[in-house]
């Protein structure tokens, strides 16, 4: 399927919005992956906050020209899925669980901060906890001194009512 000049130039911008918000951008190969999982694949992003397509590679080197992640182009080459979140971690966690039980899915680059990572680096980063899970932690890191002194407090106050009920 071709595109019409108008339509590229939509799909340009299209990434270019979803770019201009992102911190981390993850391809990855999916030559042979089947359409039903694929369409697993893309429900799991949405559910995740990440923008997943399959796009023509020259229209996403357009895009993330003059942007931080200019450095993925040299890697854009062949069938690719575009993993684009603003989460530092959702896009690499996404693509890096579903290549975990589909070996058709094949990891090729990142890129966050900056910096261009390799399959290894992109599957550290997928392994990072996501904010959710460490503000979750943070929070009960938290409440664990003042549930532990409402322990105590409940304790003492069961003890001293055996006290009085002995006297």
Do not use: C
Request: proline share 4%; hydrophobic share 50%.
């Amino acid at each position: 399927m071709s595109l019409n000049l108008e339509d590229k130039k939509a799909v340009v911008a299209e990434v270019a919005a979803q770019v201009a918000n992102a911190q981390t951008i993850v391809v990855a190969e999916y030559r042979g992956v089947q359409v039903v999982h694929l369409t697993q694949l893309r429900k799991k992003a949405r559910e995740s906050g990440v923008y997943l397509r399959v796009l023509k590679n020259t229209l996403v080197r357009r895009a993330v020209a003059d942007t931080p992640f200019a450095g993925l182009s040299q890697h854009m080459v062949g069938p690719l899925i575009y993993s684009v979140s603003a989460d530092p971690v959702a896009a690499a966690k996404v693509l890096n669980d579903f290549a975990k039980t589909n070996d058709k899915l094949i990891l090729k680059a990142g890129s966050y901060a900056g910096k261009v990572l390799d399959p290894a680096g992109v599957q550290a980063l997928a392994n990072i906890p996501s904010r959710e899970e460490l503000l979750g932690k943070l929070l009960g890191v938290m409440q664990a001194p003042v549930s532990g002194f409402a322990a105590v407090m409940a304790a003492l106050a069961k003890q001293r009512e055996e006290a009085g009920a002995a006297a």
